[in-house]
């Protein structure tokens, strides 16, 4: 478990993979890390997962279609890493569980990446129009489930020397968008879920990440006639590297930003 002064202030970063013993020291053996996206069969995830397990990441990833996930699971597997393969929906506590299980078996949780997200109405519609259970479901799969699995992973979070929460956030959380407000909302209250969880919890980084327009099945199943040219998720996830190489306060982060002058 990560020392009292660990948790109290900033302390440098003592390695990907690496666990804090009972005694409160680093085990001192930097095994592989381990990380567990949500979302990871296609699209940013699964770019996400690409990147990571070319660096060398033992993997937990999730989506509901198995079918499809096993197949990025395994594209993903010939990196030479773990990838472990754990179908169902987010909103499931059981489910979260497994997932959780899943990479406790892999050796630990040291980050943890909350991708997998609902629009509430395909395609997006004007508030008036917004069907009540559509926000709901929104609300559950952006925040209620992140923050879920958040709690399910905490304590495995906290034995990682460099514990880290990325939430997949939106441009959407913060500018007023017409028809996008109830996933903007959803978003917003994940951000605020991020932001408070790095306060209540000063010995894990806690980014919530804005990662821009890309060209995904979310974003054509919210404006099917928006066809202008977007960023492949692929080009967006140095922005993600960046953040775990440099390791910066917990906060919001925008990727543009972060790949800026890159
Ligand atoms: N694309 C954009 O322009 C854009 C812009 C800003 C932010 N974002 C954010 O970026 C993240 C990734 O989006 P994307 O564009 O890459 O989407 P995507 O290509 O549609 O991929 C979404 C992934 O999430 C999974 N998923 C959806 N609902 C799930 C659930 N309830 N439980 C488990 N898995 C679930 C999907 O698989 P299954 O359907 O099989 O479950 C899929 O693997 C999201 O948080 C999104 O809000 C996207």
Redesign the pocket.
């Known amino acids: 478990m990560r020392p009292a002064s660990e948790a109290a202030g900033a302390v440098p970063f003592l390695g990907w993979g690496d666990r804090w013993s009972e005694a409160g020291e680093t085990e001192g053996t930097v095994v592989m890390p381990v990380a567990i996206i949500?979302?990871?069969?296609?699209?940013?995830?699964?770019a996400l997962a690409e990147a990571l397990a070319a660096r060398g990441w033992d993997l937990a990833l999730?989506?509901?279609?198995s079918r499809?996930?096993s197949e990025?699971a395994a594209a993903v597997a010939a990196h030479g890493t773990r990838v472990e393969a754990v179908p169902?929906?987010?909103?499931d506590a059981g489910h979260r569980r497994d997932l959780v299980a899943a990479a406790r078996g892999l050796g630990g949780v040291d980050l943890l990446v909350?991708?997998?997200?609902?629009l509430g109405a395909e395609p997006l519609v004007r508030l008036e129009e917004l069907p009540l259970e559509g926000l709901r479901r929104a609300l559950e799969?952006?925040a209620v489930?992140a923050l879920g699995l958040v709690q399910e992973a905490l304590p495995l979070l906290r034995e990682s020397a460099a514990g880290t929460v990325i939430a997949?956030?939106?441009?959407?959380a913060a500018e007023p968008y017409e028809t996008w407000g109830g996933?903007g909302a959803s978003?917003a209250a994940l951000d605020q879920l991020a932001a408070v969880l790095g306060e209540e919890e000063p010995g894990l980084r806690v980014w919530a990440v804005?990662?821009?327009?890309?060209?995904?099945?979310?974003?054509t199943?919210?404006v099917p006639d928006d066809d202008g040219a977007?960023p492949a998720?692929a080009s967006v996830v140095p922005a993600f590297l960046c953040l775990l190489d440099e390791r910066p306060a917990s906060g919001r982060y925008g990727a543009p930003c972060l790949l800026e002058g890159r």
């Not at 949500?38 to 699964?46: D, E, I, N, W």
């Not at 999730?62 to 279609?65: L, V």
């Not at 997949?168 to 959407?172: C, E, G, L, Q």
């Not at 804005?210 to 974003?219: C, F, S």
């Open positions: 949500t979302g990871a069969s296609k699209g940013l995830g699964r999730d989506a509901r279609s499809t996930l990025a169902g929906d987010v909103t909350s991708n997998a997200s609902a799969v952006n489930a997949v956030s939106s441009d959407a996933y978003k804005d990662p821009g327009d890309m060209a995904t099945d979310l974003y199943a919210a977007r998720p």
